[in-house]
């Protein structure tokens, strides 16, 4: 299965050859992590890291990257958060796909950013990163995206919206695909309704910080409340 | 106020699909749970399209919308169950209906899957449209084929 990226740009003049290949670097960013980062895919890095055919010292620069946000993100939640998921055989394995999505979506997001009087909004599988140049130019109402929070009890329906301007938006729950959210704790797949949404400035950290206030102990949103400066939860 | 000044703008909308994750415990659940992603701009021009690739680029214009329905048939999506293939039906700029018009029917879990996705997915398809939002956030979607061919048909519609 594979995850929909879509991206939608705002502007007077978006046919110009300068909207579509800032689009088309924006996903090629997002198709240079799938390549690096796919678990579904034989012979990316990651794939040849969980065999250990590939010391992650070697690897791409990026995926040192990730690694070391995955360590930082570890830290921040108390262990809540994690890098190390169960294989299809139970076999804890370095998997980082839970914080790449959100890395790369804010890349993605990055090259848009330059666009000139243009605002963006791209959704990957259900999370959202917003903003453009056209904030700086008086936030005009074509610069708000909207963003649906889906009931995540009726899923035909949104229980709340959030209007933006600049951000990331992103939800963790099981509605959409059953107890795949794992509690490293407990070595147990969460299996409770609900949803939690972050919203703040970066997609990757409200990502994040959404897995990880949904798998974790009720307690971590003091953790949240003191390092998540300029982040808020919704609660479904 | 809001859709004055979507008049002037207009919207580019690029579907890719990536990111293979990892599928559910429950491979029923995930197949029967399926959301829509909808494009930006409650505009409303609706001239049917020429037919697109899913992961085409579709640009919407500024005209002005019309009330006679038109019917846009998304390519058609090889999932892991089979092809998936939607019609969506447009009136007014919004989706006044969506079907699934092939989808896999060779077993048991086949019926059981179509059975609560397809209809899960109409309703999803009108309703959000309706709901005056740009986007959704939700669980991750890994909806595959379903999700794919429905927003072909949606790019087609230039919503």
Redesign the interface.
């Known amino acids: 299965m594979g995850m929909p990226i879509s991206i939608h740009v705002r502007s007077a003049d978006v046919d110009s050859s300068t909207v579509a290949r800032a689009v088309e670097e924006a996903f090629d960013i997002v198709r240079e992590a799938d390549r690096l980062f796919s678990t579904y895919q034989h012979n990316s890095e990651v794939s040849r890291i969980r065999r250990s055919e590939l010391e992650p010292a070697q690897a791409d620069p990026l995926v040192g990257q990730v690694i070391t946000v995955c360590q930082q993100a570890g830290e921040l939640t108390e262990r809540a958060f994690t890098d190390h998921l169960p294989d299809d055989d139970g076999v804890l394995r370095f998997d980082p796909t839970g914080l790449v999505k959100g890395w790369a979506a804010d890349r993605a997001a990055s090259r848009l950013a330059g666009l000139q009087g243009a605002s963006y909004c791209l959704n990957a599988g259900g999370d959202v990163v917003v903003g453009g140049a056209a904030v700086e130019d008086g936030s005009g109402p074509e610069s708000i995206w909207r963003v649906g929070i889906e009931d995540p009890r009726d899923r035909s329906r949104i229980a709340e919206v959030v209007e933006l301007h600049h951000g990331g938006v992103a939800t963790s729950g099981t509605a959409a695909r059953g107890a795949h959210l794992y509690n490293p704790a407990t070595g147990t797949f969460v299996d409770r309704s609900g949803s939690i949404t972050v919203v703040g400035p970066s997609l990757m950290w409200a990502d994040i910080w959404a897995t990880a206030l949904f798998v974790g102990p009720a307690s971590l949103i003091n953790r949240f409340s003191e390092f998540a400066d300029g982040y808020r939860v919704i609660r479904q | ?2 859709r004055i ?2 008049a ?19 491979v029923a ?2 197949a029967s ?1 399926t ?1 829509a ?1 909808l ?3 409650p505009a409303a021009p609706v001239s049917p399209g020429s037919a697109s690739q899913p992961r085409s ?1 579709t ?1 919407s214009g500024s005209s002005a919308g019309t009330s006679s329905p038109a019917n846009y048939t998304g390519a058609a999506a090889n999932t ?1 169950w089979g092809t998936v293939q939607v019609r969506i039906t447009v009136q007014g700029g919004k989706i006044s209906a969506s079907q699934a018009v092939q989808y896999p029917q060779g077993t048991s879990r086949d019926a059981q899957i179509n059975g609560s996705a397809l209809p ?1 997915l109409n ?2 398809a009108v ?2 449209q309706s ?14 084929g379903y ?2 061919s429905l ?1 072909s048909a949606i790019d087609q519609a230039h919503l």
């Open positions: 106020m809001r000044v979507f002037i703008l207009s919207t580019i909308t690029t579907v890719v699909l990536l990111f293979s994750y990892h599928t559910s415990t429950n659940s995930a749970r959301v992603q494009p930006a701009t680029s640009k892991r899960i309703q999803e309703q959000q709901a005056s939002i740009d986007t959704v956030s939700g669980a991750t979607v890994t909806s595959g999700l794919q927003q």
